[in-house]
């Protein structure tokens, strides 16, 4: 059944048509057909070499508009951070005994902040962390030793952007019952610094497609020139 409303959906997007980031949105819309409140994923593919390390382009970004949940946040610390951390509201608070907890298989969080004195224990997390996108890293703000900084920014819907092995870039802009507007907002700001982030040694077209689309639906090619990309 789900692959006939699929195909239905599919037959309303134009082939080939480049649309506007507003006219997409309310094509999405118009053709969702799931029953649950879809995540709406930005996908950008560009034109770097990801193999090479000074064309790898990462970043993170504090949403407008949020993901449309409060994410559950575990925060690896030792002494005074903790307190921090607490009151910072987060979920899930610990030291080494935190880490031993997730080497047994705890993961009941979707993101994990250490400060740097705790990295010699969390490093041992690096094959349950990593895989799943969750390892603490300086450069994404979620190894610091302000915990509570970093909570807040997390809980108001920091993202992280990374470009795959193929050179393309997937990241959420919203839930797909977000007003249109809330949905454009953050995805101009996640275009603004995926190119603010172009790497010096790119050569050629550096934005090459730009496509927005719903967990369930077809995607919807947009018009990357327009969009500032």
């Given at each position: 059944?789900?692959?006939k409303?699929?195909?239905?959906?599919?037959?309303?997007?134009?082939?080939?048509r480049?649309?506007?980031?507003?006219?997409?949105?309310?094509?999405?819309?118009?053709?969702?057909?799931?029953?649950?409140d879809?995540?709406v994923?930005?996908?950008?593919?560009?034109?770097?070499?990801?193999?090479?390390?000074?064309?790898?382009?990462?970043?993170?970004?504090?949403?407008?508009?949020?993901?449309?949940?409060?994410?559950?946040?575990?925060?690896?610390?030792?002494?005074d951070k903790?307190?921090?951390?607490?009151?910072?509201?987060?979920?899930?608070?610990?030291?080494?005994?935190?880490?031993?907890?997730?080497?047994?298989?705890y993961?009941?969080?979707?993101?994990?902040?250490?400060?740097?004195?705790m990295?010699?224990?969390?490093?041992?997390?690096?094959?349950?962390?990593?895989?799943?996108?969750?390892?603490?890293?300086?450069?994404?703000?979620?190894v610091t030793m302000?915990?509570?900084?970093?909570?807040?920014?997390t809980?108001?819907?920091?993202?992280?952007?990374?470009?795959?092995?193929?050179?393309?870039?997937?990241?959420?802009?919203?839930k797909?019952?977000?007003?249109?507007?809330?949905?454009?907002?953050?995805?101009?700001?996640?275009?603004?610094?995926?190119?603010?982030?172009?790497?010096?040694?790119?050569?050629?077209?550096?934005?090459?497609?730009v496509?927005?689309?719903?967990t369930?639906?077809?995607?919807?090619?947009?018009?990357?020139?327009?969009?500032?990309?």
């Amino acid at each position: 059944m789900s692959g006939k409303k699929y195909a239905a959906a599919l037959s309303q997007v134009e082939k080939g048509r480049l649309y506007s980031l507003a006219d997409a949105i309310n094509l999405l819309k118009k053709i969702k057909f799931a029953k649950f409140d879809e995540t709406v994923e930005l996908t950008m593919v560009l034109g770097v070499d990801p193999r090479k390390a000074d064309q790898l382009v990462r970043g993170t970004i504090v949403l407008p508009h949020g993901l449309g949940k409060s994410k559950r946040i575990a925060v690896i610390a030792a002494g005074d951070k903790q307190r921090e951390a607490q009151e910072a509201g987060a979920d899930e608070v610990g030291g080494d005994d935190l880490v031993e907890k997730i080497k047994g298989g705890y993961i009941n969080f979707d993101a994990v902040i250490a400060t740097p004195d705790m990295m010699k224990s969390v490093g041992t997390l690096g094959k349950i962390l990593g895989p799943r996108g969750l390892m603490p890293n300086p450069k994404t703000g979620t190894v610091t030793m302000d915990v509570a900084t970093a909570i807040r920014e997390t809980k108001a819907g920091k993202v992280e952007f990374r470009v795959d092995k193929t050179g393309v870039i997937h990241v959420p802009v919203g839930k797909i019952s977000f007003d249109g507007d809330k949905i454009a907002e953050n995805a101009r700001m996640l275009v603004d610094a995926v190119v603010k982030a172009k790497p010096s040694t790119a050569k050629g077209k550096y934005v090459k497609k730009v496509n927005i689309a719903t967990t369930m639906s077809p995607g919807v090619l947009l018009d990357a020139a327009a969009l500032g990309a």
